[in-house]
């Protein structure tokens, strides 16, 4: 491939419990959930009640600003909760399965003959339009808006994420049915940037978009790195960006003529028991997802995608409108080290030489806990977030002036061209301790806010 861009700042953590490209029978579920904390930037409205009987594709909610989004039920069934927390604020809304499957019909699209309005109001009616999302802010897209361009990042880099070349066989069709609704969007380009000598055919001779290959470790998949590298965001610039799995969902609709949200998700980490991938419908319970496939007795941490970005959830939790893989690893609250980090170990990771894994190559795999390994202390300029932050921008000032909140240093310092889950590696690494995406998404939301 001609065109190809190499990472070199980043890092690959090796973790035990990656799945196979194997399919994973796993308990068809009895409920699913929509979540509104899953899709930033919506004020939802509830619009069904507890007894109403739904279609797969009927409207659940609709965002207050802007009611043409709609967040659709993955099955049809009875609402049998609209769960509500602190000052009325929606949870969830869940779905009991009637096991009949019945969708609301939207009826098969010949994308080539529609033109832009068409193809926005299509997925504007069948709840697709929340698995758009746009940059600045990391919010759910204003179908109001043209953007200057789409990303689309055909590979996931983060630790046991699934392998999107196997996810895609069989899905060819819809994949490039979905792109080319995509680049009906905008009059710019759609870009799908793609892992250089690992990406499947369908990928590499994808139609209607620019392919560019990446090379190098995490987060060499994240698509704020790819536009970075790309073509940068510049303030007054909107940009979209979906995810390739729900570039399917797109694409679906317009095959199909519903509302399917059904996806693999793989099953990952240290202890499970089972691993491979499960054909599972967006909102899907965790307990259906695992059961039987993590090891029993011990405190775990179930994770709604990777281990440095993914939702905590229980095992009574459901899976996230945008997640593509479940992980479980030790909770570790109850381990006590003797001497703690003080000790001399070669059997756990480190980004530095404190400990002697560093002896052993970079094949070896790791079994982390969730344990933090230390207090939360005041921020340390060690430039640590510079060595896995591969974008044009200064993370640890950038982070400080979110922090205050001053919008001209944050502007100037590149807040426009980040999403919280950039900072996943820089958070790890943090010796302070500190929870940077949160500040990040704090931050965007109030920008939000602020210019709006």
């Known amino acids: 491939m001609a065109n190809v861009i190499k990472i070199k700042k980043g890092l690959d953590i090796n973790l035990k419990g990656e799945a196979k490209e194997v399919p994973l029978q796993v308990r068809k579920s009895e409920t699913y959930a929509v979540c509104p904390d899953d899709f930033d930037g919506v004020v939802p409205k509830v619009v069904v009640k507890v007894g109403d009987r739904v279609k797969a594709g009927s409207a659940l909610m609709v965002d207050k600003n802007h009611p043409e989004v709609k967040f659709v039920s993955p099955v049809s069934g009875e609402v049998v909760a609209v769960n509500r927390g602190e000052k009325r604020k929606v949870l969830s809304i869940v779905v009991k399965d009637d096991g009949e499957m019945a969708y609301v019909e939207f009826g098969k699209k010949d994308v080539s003959s529609m033109s832009a309005p068409e193809v926005k109001d299509a997925l504007l009616e069948a709840g697709l339009w929340p698995f758009i999302r746009q940059r600045p802010y990391d ?31 069989g899905e060819e069709k819809n994949f490039q049915t979905g792109l080319d609704a995509l680049k009906k969007l905008t009059s710019g380009k759609v870009y799908l940037g793609v892992k250089n000598g690992a990406a499947a055919e369908a990928l590499l001779k994808a139609k209607n978009v620019e392919v560019v290959a990446f090379e190098g470790p995490h987060p060499a998949g994240n698509v704020s790195v790819q536009i970075n590298h790309i073509a940068p965001i510049n303030k007054g610039d909107i940009v979209w960006v979906v995810r390739p799995a729900d570039v399917l969902l797109i694409g679906r609709l317009f095959n199909k003529g ?12 240290s202890e499970t028991t089972e691993r491979g991938y499960a054909d599972v419908l967006v909102g899907a319970s965790m307990c259906s997802i695992l059961e039987g496939k ?26 996230g409108a945008y997640a593509t893989q479940v992980t479980v690893i030790p909770e570790g609250d109850d381990v006590h080290e003797f001497l703690g980090w003080a000790m001399p170990r070669c059997d756990q990771f480190s980004t530095s030489h404190t400990y002697f894994s560093w002896l052993r190559g970079k094949n070896t795999e790791y079994c982390f806990d969730a344990r933090i390994k230390g207090g939360k202390r005041a921020m340390i300029m060690s430039h640590d977030y510079d060595k896995v932050f591969p974008m044009d921008i200064l993370p640890e000032y950038l982070l400080k002036a979110i922090i205050a909140f001053n919008i001209d240093k944050m502007e100037n310092l590149g807040i426009y061209e980040v999403a919280p889950e950039d900072f996943a590696l820089c958070e790890f690494v943090d010796v302070s301790k500190i929870e940077l995406q949160k500040i990040v998404r704090n931050g965007l939301d109030m920008l939000y806010k602020e210019l709006n």
């Open 139 to 169: 919010i759910v897209a204003n179908p109001q808006n043209e953007p200057r361009d789409i990303f689309i990042s055909g590979f996931d880099s983060a630790p046991l994420a699934p392998d999107f070349n196997y996810v895609l066989k």
């Open 258 to 269: 519903v509302t399917d949200l059904s996806r693999k998700v793989v099953v990952t980490g």
């Open 294 to 319: 993590v090891l029993t007795g011990e405190d775990l941490r179930y994770i709604s995608g990777n281990v440095l970005t993914g939702k905590k959830v229980g095992l009574d939790g459901y899976l």
